[in-house]
Nanobody, 125 residues
Framework: QVQLVESGGGLVQAGGSLRLSCAASGGPFSGYGMGWFRQAPGKERELVAGIRWNRGRTIYADSVKGRFTNSRDNAKKTLYLQMNSLKPEGTGVYYC??????????????????WGQGTQVTVSS
């Protein structure tokens, strides 16, 4: 059984940085897509960033391009999201997610096989 455990959330001022981590276990992960979704209060869960486990191909939401970096450590089976220049609209619960079949040019929350428990990120203005 795949398990995803996030850490690294917290409160930060606008313009600051945070790094989220997601420790993955229970799966081969070869060929998987791994990534982060964000759910703001009253809104649907949406993709922030995704990475193909093997080849490292990445996709990002337009709103975070140039500010966020999604990476993985294959040996540690850990996914990272480095978030710089954070904005108040980045506030929400960030969920680590995986799809056994990877992803294409887009990745929606309906195409997730496993979710982490989520970690809260609050960006104050």
């Amino acid at each position: 059984q795949v398990q995803l455990v996030e850490s690294g959330g917290g409160l930060v001022q606008a313009g600051g940085s945070l790094r989220l981590s997601c420790a993955a276990s229970g799966g081969p992960f070869s060929g998987y897509g791994m990534g982060w979704f964000r759910q703001a209060p009253g809104k649907e869960r949406e993709l922030v960033a995704g990475i193909r486990w093997n080849r490292g191909r990445t996709i990002y939401a337009d709103s975070v391009k140039g500010r966020f970096t999604n990476s993985r450590d294959n040996a540690k089976k850990t996914l990272y999201l480095q978030m710089n220049s954070l904005k108040p609209e980045g506030t929400g619960v960030y969920y680590c997610a995986t799809n056994r079949n990877g992803f294409g040019s887009i990745w929606t929350s309906r195409e997730v096989h496993y979710w982490g428990q989520g970690t809260q990120v609050t960006v104050s203005s």
